[in-house]
């Protein structure tokens, strides 16, 4: 199975501030990643999908980058409705595997 | 408006079966892959079983293969996960998803607890 690694796990940040999610693939999964955003007691939300488009509604501060097996998510200036866990997703070969989870807190 | 409703969960006894479903709604359900993913107290995600659209292809992950069963009726716009032999771990708050690897739409969970 590919191994979807996610750093930080937790990451604690100001409103206002620009906050970058790293995602590492344990092998070439380009282009087929994506991004969810899960607040507590809810379903996960799709934001990024294809490594860098954007879910249609999702805000335009949200951003994804990356190629091969190193991927990220950027926050380019933090809203209070972005304080939730984040997991990156590759979708190349089954199982679809999921990262483990980045926790934004408030700082 | 996209809605999935799944229902079924509930508390079982190790060993122990369980049939979940999940009711589609707002889309055109026979063209689409379905996906089961859940996800263990405090834990990601995991993604458990998908199927193609007409049925034709199934894809279960290795923890779950021999015990659970994913099927759908495209007639009731329904997609079911037959689990059987369940085990403590696979406790989790399972989730319909549209999509074969990209979920693009989620339902709101339903959870199953494996306890004696």
């Known amino acids: 199975d590919i191994q979807m690694t996610q750093s930080p796990s937790t990451l604690s940040a100001f409103v206002g501030d620009r906050v970058t999610i790293t995602c590492r693939a344990s092998?070439?999964?380009?282009?087929?990643l994506a991004w969810y955003q899960q607040k507590p007691g809810k379903a996960p939300k799709l934001l990024i999908y294809?490594?860098?488009s954007l879910e249609s509604g999702v805000p335009s501060r949200f951003s994804g980058s990356g190629s091969g097996t190193e991927f990220t998510l950027t926050i380019s200036s933090l809203q209070p409705d972005d304080f939730a866990t984040y997991y990156c997703?590759?979708?190349?070969?089954?199982?679809?595997?999921f990262g483990q989870g980045t926790k934004l807190e408030i700082k | 408006e996209v809605q999935l409703v799944e229902s079924g969960g509930g508390l079982v006894q190790p060993g122990g079966s369980l049939r979940l479903s999940c009711e589609a709604s707002?889309?055109?359900?026979?063209?689409?892959?379905m996906s089961w993913v859940r996800q263990a107290p405090g834990k990601g995600l995991e993604g458990v079983a998908n199927?193609?659209?007409?049925?034709?292809?199934?894809n279960y992950v290795e923890s779950v293969k021999g015990r659970f069963s994913i099927s759908r009726d495209n007639a009731k716009n329904s997609v079911y996960l037959q689990m059987n032999s369940l085990r403590a771990e696979d406790t989790a708050v399972y989730y319909c998803?549209?999509?074969?690897?990209?979920?693009?739409?989620w339902g709101l969970g339903t959870l199953v607890t494996v306890s004696s």
């Open positions: 998803a549209r999509g074969k690897g990209l979920i693009d739409y």
């Open positions: 707002g889309f055109t359900f026979n063209t689409y892959w």
């Open positions: 199927i193609k659209h007409d049925g034709g292809e199934r």
């Open positions: 092998q070439n999964i380009s282009p087929w």
């Open positions: 294809k490594v860098s």
């Open positions: 997703q590759q979708y190349d070969t089954f199982p679809y595997t």
